[in-house]
């Protein structure tokens, strides 16, 4: 990898190739956003009724499908299961949101307030204030309660975003985003689910597919530019994310909630080859482009494979 400070001397380069220049990549997005930008509360019709019969969340998604658990619980059940983790999915989605403004804030802090890379950066801190009032409404829709991260990794978060490097940042912002947006992806055509589940994921991957462009392209700048130290740090930091992403990505207490022993679903979700196969699934085409641009080696490449999001 090829480190170079002056950008005005010369091109940026990565393994991916030359870097697009942050100010036209801007102003793409922020046209982009001036069509195709969502308002929930208007766009989603939220007085609609529960549909009987359909899910919360794709079966196949839900973390215990296919283990000897699912096999044994009654359809009522699993699409109960499925309402809950839909809330859990939600309540974490908001968790990584704040913490992603956050970060943008901090960012920005210092660069020049009339630039296009701000003022998408603001644009996009709009859209996610948007998408946690969603998610919630969503939440508070289905009936099930919210599920908050546990105390110890609310607070490790903390710390985490406290230290973060810029490339950390943006690296955190893609793991908490990629790996959702699979998921929606599946969720937002599929027949089988709620009606406004459904469109909550519409808008959701459409206005994260700007997102997650905004956070690649930056990320690849800062992979580049940043001293070796804060490569190094964001490696570390990075996988310790992945690792508190993937315990955290459904809260145990789901379980409980639909009459399921905590420890025993727990046991059979870690357990679970289709589980893990989806969440490594989701996370590829992150991890490969962690890989090409030299996030995953080392430590940070260990943490990932301990979190099961890296085979």
């Given at each position: 990898m090829t480190t170079v400070t002056?950008?005005?001397?010369?091109?940026?380069?990565?393994?991916?190739?030359?870097?697009?220049?942050?100010?036209?990549v801007a102003a793409r997005l922020l046209e982009a956003s001036a069509k195709h930008s969502f308002d929930p509360d208007t766009e989603l019709d939220w007085d609609a009724g529960i549909e009987d019969g359909k899910w919360f969340w794709p079966p196949e998604l839900v973390s215990l499908y296919d283990t000897p658990l699912w096999r044994k619980m009654s359809e009522e059940q699993r699409m109960d299961l499925a309402r809950h983790e839909a809330a859990s999915l939600a309540s974490l989605g908001i968790w990584f949101e704040i913490i992603l403004m956050q970060l943008l804030v901090r960012h920005i802090?210092?660069?020049?307030?009339?630039?296009?890379?701000?003022?998408?950066?603001?644009?996009?801190?709009?859209?996610?204030?948007?998408?946690?009032?969603?998610?919630?409404?969503?939440?508070?829709w289905g009936g099930a309660p919210s599920y908050p991260v546990p105390r110890r990794y609310h607070n490790l978060a903390r710390v985490l975003k406290t230290i973060s490097t810029t490339p950390g940042s943006f690296a955190a912002t893609l793991l908490g985003e990629e790996?959702?947006?699979?998921?929606?992806?599946?969720?937002?055509?599929?027949?089988?689910?709620?009606?406004?589940?459904?469109?909550?994921?519409?808008?959701h991957v459409?206005?994260?597919?700007?997102?997650?462009?905004?956070?690649?392209?930056?990320?690849?700048?800062?992979m580049v530019t940043a001293p070796p130290w804060e490569r190094r740090l964001t490696r570390l930091n990075c996988g310790e994310a992945a690792r508190v992403f993937s315990v955290c990505f459904v809260n145990p207490q789901v379980y409980e909630n639909v009459g399921l022993d905590r420890h025993e679903a727990v046991a059979q979700v870690k357990a679970s080859g289709h589980r893990a196969e989806v969440m490594q699934t989701g996370a590829k085409r992150l991890t490969d482009f962690f890989d090409d641009i030299g996030v995953l080696n080392g430590v940070g490449r260990r943490l990932w494979k301990s979190s099961g999001l890296l085979a």
């Open positions: 002056d950008e005005s001397l010369q091109t940026l380069r990565d393994a991916l190739g030359p870097l697009k220049d942050r100010e036209q802090y210092d660069k020049s307030v009339t630039s296009k890379h701000v003022r998408y950066a603001l644009t996009e801190i709009a859209d996610e204030c948007r998408h946690s009032m969603m998610f919630a409404r969503m939440i508070e790996i959702l947006d699979w998921m929606q992806r599946l969720t937002f055509p599929d027949e089988r689910v709620q009606s406004l589940v459904r469109g909550v994921t519409r808008i459409v206005e994260e597919a700007r997102h997650v462009r905004y956070a690649r392209e930056e990320l690849r700048r800062q």
